[in-house]
């Protein structure tokens, strides 16, 4: 009995040690990619177990499910390759004054594990398993919202005198939201709204405010 407790302790230990290095490696984004990967292999294997349960299992299908996820791999490698270039080139460029870490290729990675996750219920669902409908509801609406994410606003960095990280939302951006949005906005900042507040001076005061930039974005 000891020993079997040593070897789980010992295996635990090195799980969390190979995952600890992991995380020091490739940070959040890495396991970002893990969960995109496993996704992908359980989407294929469960949806060629759906065709097996419906008699329509063939190694053409098979085959076309692959060329499919390497389909996905080309994406993103592309959204990888575009977020390596637009760093470099805002960190390059003269003049601009910002700072860009990964954006792209997160945003991508995330829409890929909904889409998968929601093909993975669906496919559980031809092989006879009883689905949620709140849960099927659920993954479109991260999916959705991913969606949502690759438009939203972005924040302008800069610094501040002592090299601090500052940011601001840009004036251009507001100026596409409606006025109820822009109130909206400006109330969850902690601002306060003047009764028939003009929509110019709503956008001003919105993009003079400062805003918190992670540690990480210098």
Same mark, same amino acid.
């Given at each position: ?29 890495? =396991? ?7 996704? @992908?292999?359980?989407? =294929? %294997? ?9 008699? /329509? =299992? ?5 085959? &076309?499910?692959? =060329?499919?996820?390497?389909? @996905? %791999? ?6 990888? %390759?575009?977020?390596?270039? #637009? ?10 004054? #910002? ?16 889409? /998968? ?7 559980? &669902? ?14 479109? &609406? ?26 601001? %939302? ?9 006025? /109820?949005? #822009?109130?909206? #906005? ?33």
């Amino acid at each position: 009995m000891e020993n079997s407790n040593n070897t789980f302790l010992a295996a635990k230990a090195a799980i969390a040690a190979v995952c600890g290095a992991f995380t020091a490696a490739f940070g959040w984004l890495g =396991w970002l990619v893990v969960a995109w990967a496993v996704c @992908m292999v359980l989407d =294929w %294997l469960s949806g060629s177990a759906a065709a097996a349960s419906r008699g /329509e =299992w063939s190694s053409a299908v098979a085959r &076309a499910g692959i =060329w499919h996820k390497a389909g @996905m %791999l080309v994406v993103v490698v592309v959204a990888a %390759l575009t977020d390596a270039v #637009l760093s470099i080139a805002v960190a390059n460029l003269p003049g601009l004054g #910002l700072t860009y870490s990964s954006l792209i290729l997160p945003v991508v990675l995330v829409w890929y594990i909904f889409t /998968e996750l929601g093909s993975i219920a669906e496919n559980a &669902a031809e092989m006879g398993a009883n689905v949620p409908e709140w849960l099927l509801k659920l993954l479109a &609406a991260g999916k959705s919202a991913a969606d949502k994410s690759a438009g939203g606003i972005t924040v302008g960095t800069g610094k501040n005198a002592d090299g601090s990280p500052i940011g601001h %939302l840009e004036a251009t951006q507001l100026d596409e939201l409606k006025m /109820e949005d #822009l109130e909206q #906005l400006a109330i969850d900042m902690g601002l306060t709204v003047q009764d028939g507040a003009k929509r110019a001076d709503l956008i001003a005061q919105i993009s003079a405010e400062p805003v918190k930039v992670p540690n990480g974005r210098k």
